[in-house]
């Protein structure tokens, strides 16, 4: 058989055994194709294989005839032949029932056990029904499998090189030439793989993650559950486009968020891909609804680099220098900051709401408001818990005057502040949500959730994109929404976020340089300031010292801040509490190298 493989060098096989080991088994030319080796195991398999069929290979192309003996030879769950197109390592994989075949444009040939067939409660498939009719030919392109499955790093720091090491030095150098330096990068390194609250470069050095590729992970990197979720609806139907015919993840999804977001009125959620998205989203349907075009939005504000988004967020450098003109109608207040309100804390509340309600009645009139978007927590402002009372206060406001209140919660929601959305702490129902980030565990889906009469007053066709509500997305975000639930991450959020609340201000007693200690949940972060008497804003280039000596040391964390000078600390919510204090240790010593 190895002899007929070779014969057809550009083909390859893939044998899938439905008893361990699972590994894939692969033809020489396949190994060389996709740079995979075959361990021992697969060999020796192979082998035994090899002299199962040996002599039923008839003289049709060798590798179809090679799929055909085996075929009887199983049990099999999958074999896949496929004859690379001009060169190229991609597979083309039709699936079809086990006693079926097909061929695809391309020259491959699969034969698969259906689902059904592998559950051992199947009933057989009736004589009478056509094949193709019970078992619906699905096509597919797929990765070798080693890439898609869900890795295990041991979840410790481990240093073994100079960070960044050699290779990321050499992918950064690429890098360089291949990408503008407007996509930046705050750590020069690159990830190889990651899982649970590691991420592992491609030297080799084990990071503890604190950044969560800004608050997306969570349930942890590679949560096992979510590239399960991911992977069988890769399998199933990766697009039609939800506007050519729906699909069923987009549906559910639509559901579970309808009813985890706060408030009893019904409500409907539709998809996008990103944060920003769903805030042009979102101001869209509020516009609609009331007829209306201000928005007021605030100081420390970010909502995204979309047009609109850019115009609602805040900081000028670097989200929108020569960047403009800007959307009109937009109009801005200040934040309810506690730590920097002119009038103290204890006045910053009622203080905001005031001169919110004076600005928005004497200089743009309620009647023209059509929403107030405001981040429960601020998130790339400086994770700044708003003064309480504020939010209620705004709310009551917007409710008076028929003004849409919207809440982006694309970085504090689910469960990042110890609940599904940061706002059900202040007892407000927003009458817009907005996810994104963490919803979808690591593949892009946002949402805007909201009040079904506000949700509905858009006319058909006035919502949607291409990929809005992707089915791979959708389902893995059914599995983080899972995940939360069965492993009680709102809880945990919430009592480990005390413990990092805790730690932090003990380290705040040590260190003078710590101004602030604030957060909710597990969305904590320290503002630090070169004198806490005048709170003057630490300058950049300390905290970036900071963050580079965490980095040496094997752990990731993110700035953030209008002023640039807060700490921010987004572990997944299922990190281990070991390594948790080992990354806060890291993160402690090195803020006392930085600022003595
Ligand atoms: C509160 C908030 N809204 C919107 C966005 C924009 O999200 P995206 O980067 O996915 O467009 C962000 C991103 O950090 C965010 O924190």
Redesign the pocket.
């Known amino acids: 058989m190895r002899e007929l493989a070779r014969a057809a060098p550009s083909s390859f096989l893939v044998v899938v055994p439905a008893t361990p080991p699972r590994e894939h088994l692969w033809t020489e030319g396949e190994a060389r194709a996709t740079g995979h080796s075959r361990s021992d195991a697969a060999l020796a398999r192979f082998a035994e294989l090899e002299a199962e069929v040996e002599g039923e290979v008839g003289d049709e192309n060798p590798m179809l005839a090679i799929g055909d003996a085996l075929r009887d030879h199983g049990p099999f769950d999958e074999i896949v032949i496929s004859t690379l197109p001009k060169g190229l390592s991609k597979w083309l994989k039709v699936d079809l029932p086990r006693r079926a075949e097909g061929r695809s444009g391309s020259g491959s040939r699969t034969w698969s056990r259906s689902r059904r067939d592998r559950r051992p409660d199947a009933a057989p498939p009736s004589a009478d029904v056509p094949a193709r009719r019970r078992e619906p030919r699905r096509a597919r392109l797929s990765l070798p499998p080693e890439r898609g499955s869900s890795v295990d790093i041991p979840q410790e720091r481990k240093v073994v090189t100079e960070i960044p090491g050699p290779r990321s030095r050499e992918w950064f150098e690429r890098r360089a030439t291949a990408v503008p330096q407007g996509v930046f990068n705050t750590h020069p390194i690159v990830t190889a793989r990651a899982s649970g609250a590691i991420i592992e470069d491609v030297d080799g050095n084990r990071l503890i993650d604190f950044a969560t590729g800004?608050?997306v992970l969570n349930v942890g990197h590679t949560s096992p559950a979510v590239v399960a979720a991911a992977q069988r609806q890769l399998e199933l139907d990766t697009h039609t486009c939800f506007h050519v015919t729906a699909n069923e993840p987009y549906i559910e999804l639509a559901e579970r968020l309808n009813a985890l977001a706060p408030g009893d009125a019904p409500k409907k959620t539709m998809f996008a891909?990103?944060?920003?998205?769903?805030?042009e989203n979102a101001v869209k349907i509020a516009r609609k609804a009331t007829g209306r075009q201000a928005i007021v939005t605030f100081d420390h504000?970010?909502?995204?680099?979309?047009l609109l988004?850019m115009s609602l967020t805040a900081k000028v450098m670097p989200y929108k220098q020569g960047m403009g003109p800007f959307a009109p109608e937009i109009y801005r207040l200040p934040f309810a900051y506690p730590y920097r309100w002119p009038g103290g804390a204890e006045r910053c509340a009622e203080e905001a709401l005031d001169y919110a309600r004076e600005e928005i009645h004497k200089h743009i009139g309620e009647e023209n408001v059509a929403a107030v978007i405001l981040?429960p927590i601020?998130?790339?402002g400086g994770f700044i818990v708003p003064a309480e009372g504020f939010v209620k206060g705004l709310a009551e406001f917007c409710a008076e005057h028929r003004i849409v209140f919207i809440a982006?919660?694309?970085?504090?929601g689910m469960g990042r502040a110890g609940r599904w959305f940061a706002i059900e702490d202040d007892g407000v129902v927003p009458d817009l949500i907005?996810s994104?980030?963490s919803l979808g565990g690591g593949l892009?889906i946002?949402a805007v959730t909201g009040r079904a009469d506000v949700m509905d007053s858009v006319h058909v066709g006035g919502l949607g994109g291409t990929y809005g509500g992707n089915p791979v997305a959708a389902a893995a975000a059914l599995a983080v929404l899972d995940q939360i639930e069965k492993e009680g991450l709102l809880e945990r959020s919430r009592t480990l976020g005390e413990k990092i609340t805790g730690r932090l201000r003990e380290m705040q007693d040590r260190h003078k340089a710590i101004g602030d200690v604030r957060g909710r949940g597990m969305m904590n972060a320290i503002e630090l300031v070169t004198d806490r008497g005048t709170k003057e804003p630490l300058d950049g280039q300390s905290g970036n010292a900071i963050v580079k000596r965490c980095l040496e040391e094997g752990v990731v964390i993110l700035k953030a801040g209008t002023f640039d000078n807060v700490i921010r600390l987004l572990p997944p919510l299922t990190i281990d509490e070991t390594l948790l204090e080992d990354g806060l240790s890291i993160l402690d010593e090195a803020i006392g190298a930085g600022t003595g």
């Open positions: 800004i608050s891909n990103s944060g920003a998205e769903a805030v504000a970010f909502h995204g680099r979309t988004a981040e601020q998130g790339e982006d919660e694309v970085q504090s907005t994104a980030k892009p946002s």
